[in-house]
């Protein structure tokens, strides 16, 4: 059994979310991605949309049921 010890400073600020590292290493580089780019803006927005419906009617759009998949 695993046992961890929490201060109490850190669980005054606020939630405390607990991921596993492989995770929170995805979740880094997503965001990582978007920062980046500095804004992301309606054309952006547009051109996924055509993106993914197009790849849906080509049937070449996957099924996302978490981030492992997106990686």
Same mark, same amino acid.
């Given at each position: ?7 109490? &400073? ?6 405390? %979310?607990?991921?596993?590292?492989? $995770?929170?290493?995805? =979740?880094?580089?997503?965001? /990582?991605?978007?920062?980046? &780019? ?6 952006? %927005?547009?051109?996924?949309?055509? $993106?993914?419906?197009? =790849?849906?009617?080509?049937? /070449? ?11």
């Amino acid at each position: 059994m695993i046992i961890a010890t929490i201060p109490k &400073k850190l669980i005054q600020k606020g939630d405390l %979310i607990i991921i596993p590292r492989k $995770e929170y290493d995805m =979740l880094l580089r997503t965001f /990582k991605i978007f920062k980046e &780019k500095e804004k992301i803006n309606e054309n952006d %927005i547009l051109n996924w949309s055509r $993106e993914a419906k197009k =790849l849906k009617k080509e049937g /070449k759009l996957p099924v996302l049921r978490s981030l492992k998949d997106f990686w």
